[in-house]
């Protein structure tokens, strides 16, 4: 037997004990999630949070939200409330006895008002006492202002070497303000050193779009809680923007469904479970298309992957709606009942909860996981949506109609796979089944995992797939082409998508199945790679393609498989050797660097007129190669910019294409799928449209 050379010993003078928030700096993504774009916008998140706990225990009605740099340009964000305002008075036991509450609050781990359920805040966004701590965290400069009895009151924290959230003396007293007037403010210099995008470049700062999005948002769970945005950085508008809803969530699926047809004016349905303390709010919609959107919320905080409040709200509607169609004669008698998935299809919901001592996968609170709020969810939802569906004849036969056409489309489809692998069983295509066009790698995802692992390269056309195979290693590297325009699932049926050559060719390949049977451990791949021209049409196709994964397979999305090949726009020579620029800036970046550089650059040709060497060396040799790893941050915003982009409205795109100066001056176009937000005042939000409150009779 080996032994471990003495060099490796391990003693007590290997253990390190951290102070709380070193250990933030040191592990960040178990705070905040990710240190990308995402965490470096929950650490704003965090703050707006504390606002809206404020809001929902009833104090306050409005929350500040201002992006500012100081002298030398680095981003920061001013955020203030009306609420009470942090307490002031000193803590009297304890080992911070002494401090300030206020200090404690936002400078000590698991320190916090939201702990206890007879405490100051019955249901809210906090559970571990972390939150606004993380910012102070990774913060260069962290200041808090409080108002309160008429006094102002203001502490600073500064990141010293590498301790962080240092406080520069005690909370004090700075001015004076009127009686009434109270609530918190807080301004924040984040660490950027922290954060970087895909490309392991830092972070230049927030973006404006993401944080509209997640005001408008929040306004919809919040009726009569007003937001304001103002971007006073340099050379951006300053105008305020506002946003307040009256209705909620019923103006949330209003919005969504002004960039699809809907069958029927939204539904609302509300209720309550006093012995759980629970509050429900549901607004759901149908349009004609197969998309689906729904959204959780709970205590006011956006829930992106679902959880119990989810199953539960779309438990009740299956159930409600198959009762209508059953009892009404909307189904056939042999016809058996539509699934979940068929009543999904087309389907706009947005479920809204409120309890205390909510339960989440992760400090994320990516998932609520409180089991009870499944029961009570179901409950109040099935209940109110039965009424409604016996009071709204008419629109109830719409939206009946429409999900057993779903599920007559999708058992066609069914039909249709189903010929398809007896048809492969006959044929005997290579591979097990695959497809003809398939290029397959030799390794499972298994067998290459010491070697980076698996990865499929989807690219345009026969003429770039010859190419491909060529410049690939065909140990780890598989090639599907594609030939023409991938079909828009956006407004495609189940059966147009079973029945379309090129996606049914891709969805074979992958093997983890589509839709409720997709299953992300089944992927034959580590990676799916999309390569395309670097022009408008190659674009065209990657954002079909993209559109296509997160319909059909958004798990292996969240699951970060998807990725997109940047190759590059540009060429040069330097000292007689070629090299490769991504984009324009990689250029301008490059003549900054080099302003006596002479050589011509060169136009890079699509992908099937570059030869296999010049194709591997940049853009499918992994050790040379740009990768954009797919995420998504914000899904609301994701759902409705493919909605504009390619849903049935052309009115939609127009709007969207007048937006675009002013989206791409944000940055918000710096991923090409998910940064991208509508930016319009929604000030005048609650005069648009109907109400239909579950609790209506039919007009």
């Not at 194709?615 to 409705?640: I, S």
Request: glycine share 10%; proline share 4%; aromatic share 6%.
């Amino acid at each position: 037997m080996s032994r471990a050379p003495k060099s490796l010993s391990y003693d007590a003078d290997d253990i390190q004990v951290l102070d709380g928030l070193e250990h933030v700096r040191l592990r960040p993504g178990m705070y905040i999630g990710s240190t990308g774009s995402a965490g470096l916008h929950h650490l704003l998140w965090e703050v707006i949070d504390n606002g809206v706990d404020e809001f929902m225990a009833g104090y306050g009605d409005r929350i500040d939200v201002t992006l500012i740099e100081d002298d030398r340009g680095a981003p920061g964000v001013v955020v203030r409330d009306n609420g009470r305002g942090l307490p002031i008075d000193p803590m009297t036991s304890g080992p911070h006895k002494g401090k300030s509450a206020a200090e404690v609050i936002v400078s000590v781990l698991n320190s916090g008002g939201k702990f206890a359920d007879d405490g100051a805040y019955k249901t809210s966004g906090g559970l571990h006492g972390i939150g606004i701590k993380a910012t102070n965290a990774l913060s260069t400069a962290f200041d808090v202002e409080v108002r309160r009895g008429g006094k102002v009151w203001a502490q600073s924290f500064r990141l010293r070497g590498d301790q962080p959230a240092v406080p520069e003396g005690k909370l004090a007293v700075v001015g004076t303000c009127k009686a009434g007037d109270t609530g918190t403010q807080i301004t924040f210099f984040p660490d950027l050193s922290i954060f970087v995008d895909d490309h392991g470049e830092h972070l230049t700062g927030f973006k404006a779009s993401t944080i509209v999005e997640r005001l408008e948002n929040t306004s919809y769970v919040n009726p009569g809680l007003s937001l304001v945005f103002t971007d006073r950085r340099q050379g951006r508008d300053h105008t305020p923007q506002t946003f307040v809803s009256q209705r909620g969530i019923v103006d949330l699926v209003t919005k969504i469904g002004e960039s699809r047809e809907l069958v029927a004016p939204p539904i609302s349905i509300t209720g309550a479970n006093e012995e759980a303390g629970m509050q429900v709010d549901v607004a759901l919609a149908w349009s004609g298309s197969a998309t689906e959107t729904v959204v959780g919320f709970s205590n006011s905080i956006t829930n992106s992957g679902g959880g119990k409040h989810v199953e539960g709200m779309l438990k009740a509607t299956t159930r409600a709606v198959n009762r209508y169609a059953r009892d009404r004669g909307v189904l056939k008698e042999k016809e058996d009942n539509p699934t979940g998935a068929d009543v999904r299809s087309g389907i706009v919901a947005c479920v809204s909860l409120r309890l205390p001592n909510p339960a989440y996968d992760s400090q994320a609170k990516t998932t609520l996981t409180t089991p009870t709020a499944s029961g009570v969810v179901e409950s109040i939802v099935y209940e109110a949506l039965t009424k409604w569906l016996d009071e709204n004849p008419s629109r109830a036969k719409r939206i009946a109609d429409k999900v057993v056409a779903a599920m007559r489309d999708r058992r066609k489809s069914d039909e249709v796979r189903a010929a398809d692998k007896a048809l492969a069983r006959k044929t005997g295509l290579r591979s097990a089944g695959m497809p003809d066009k398939l290029y397959d790698c030799r390794l499972t995802p298994g067998q290459a995992e010491n070697v980076g692992g698996t990865e499929l390269l989807i690219v345009e056309g026969d003429s770039a797939g010859g190419t491909a195979v060529s410049a690939r290693n065909p140990e780890t590297q598989a090639v599907l082409p594609l030939r023409g325009k991938v079909l828009n699932v956006e407004t495609a049926n189940a059966l147009k998508v079973a029945k379309n050559d090129a996606l049914a060719s891709l969805i074979t390949t992958l093997g983890c199945g589509r839709g409720v049977d997709c299953d992300v451990d089944k992927l034959r791949y580590s990676r799916i790679v999309v390569l395309t021209d670097a022009d408008v049409d190659g674009a065209h196709i990657t954002v079909l393609l993209l559109n296509f994964f997160w319909r059909q397979m958004p798990e292996i999305v969240s699951a970060g498989r998807v990725f997109i090949a940047q190759p590059p726009l540009y060429s040069t020579i330097v000292r007689n050797e070629k090299i490769y620029l991504r984009d324009d800036a990689a250029k301008d970046a490059f003549l900054a660097a080099n302003p006596n550089h002479k050589a011509p650059f060169g136009r890079m040709k699509g992908l099937g007129e570059m030869d296999s060497a010049e194709l591997r060396n940049t853009t499918v040799d992994p050790t040379k190669r740009n990768l954009l790893q797919v995420g998504v941050e914000d899904v609301l915003r994701l759902d409705r910019l493919f909605a504009r982009l390619l849903g049935s409205k052309a009115s939609e795109r127009r709007a969207w294409l007048a937006e675009g100066g002013a989206l791409v001056a944000d940055g918000a176009a710096s991923n090409g799928v998910d940064d991208t937000a509508d930016t319009a005042d929604t000030s005048d939000a609650a005069d648009t449209g109907d109400t239909n409150d579950a609790r209506d009779s039919e007009d």
